[in-house]
């Protein structure tokens, strides 16, 4: 049961005022944001970053499953990226009710200024499907760790490598194009390569259990 700080919380961020937000402003980036799990004994996670008009996605490493650990994301953001192109890039994030996006206002806000930068929305719970994008590319990282793999040894520089793979994989959707390329549409690649994104050439692409060992 949702604590009444979380209900709070809710309030003009549910997933039916996401949809009538973004119908009156449908040419907003979405972000759907999500974590992905190792073994349950262990507290490392995997944050997502995923933009829904170019497929493309980030990971980043998380210690533990909390609030802070998805602070420390934001403000690594927020520092590297160019504000004007920030705010551009999170317009709107999608997340779900997990207890680590509760710390609204240090995703929705510059940590230097408190200015609301971007619009937090939450799916409905058991819902996972109102942020299908994300959880379809989370197959490509299931084909380098699959499920009960231990995350404790992996590396920032470990999610990069797998990102810029995922990333350089050529979709159907995109007329054959690949996220990282799509992207550029949207920033600079040096914003992109700021942020340790790059491109892979296709017959480089390596997504099995072999690409981190």
């Known amino acids: 049961r949702r604590t009444r700080q979380q209900r709070e919380i809710l309030i003009g961020r549910t997933h039916d005022e996401f ?14 944001m999500d974590t992905v799990e190792g073994l349950k004994e262990e507290s490392e996670c995997l944050l997502t970053l995923y933009w829904r008009k170019s497929h493309f996605m980030l990971i980043f490493f998380l210690e533990s499953q909390t609030t802070e ?9 927020q520092q590297e990226i160019i504000e004007e192109v920030y705010k551009s890039l999170f317009e ?18 510059n940590h230097k200024t408190g200015e609301q930068i971007s619009k937090v929305f939450y799916c409905d719970p058991g819902s ?29 520089n470990d999610c990069n490598i797998l990102a810029n793979h995922i990333n350089s994989l050529c979709r159907d959707k995109l007329n054959n194009k690949c996220p990282f390329k799509a992207m550029t549409f949207m920033c600079d690649e040096e914003i992109l ?21």
């Open 69 to 77: 650990e998805v602070t420390k994301v934001f403000e690594y953001l």
């Open 92 to 109: 709107i994030i999608l997340t779900d009710n997990g207890h680590e996006f509760y710390d609204v206002l240090n995703i929705e806000c």
């Open 193 to 213: 390569n700021h942020i340790n994104m790059y491109y892979i050439e296709p017959d480089q692409v390596q997504l099995n259990q072999k690409l981190l060992k």
């Open 128 to 156: 996972s499907w109102q942020k299908g994008g994300i959880e379809k590319n989370h197959e490509f990282i299931r084909y380098v760790l699959p499920k009960k793999t231990s995350f404790k040894n992996l590396t920032q």
């Open 19 to 32: 949809i009538e937000y973004t119908s009156k402003n449908p040419d907003l980036n979405i972000v759907e």
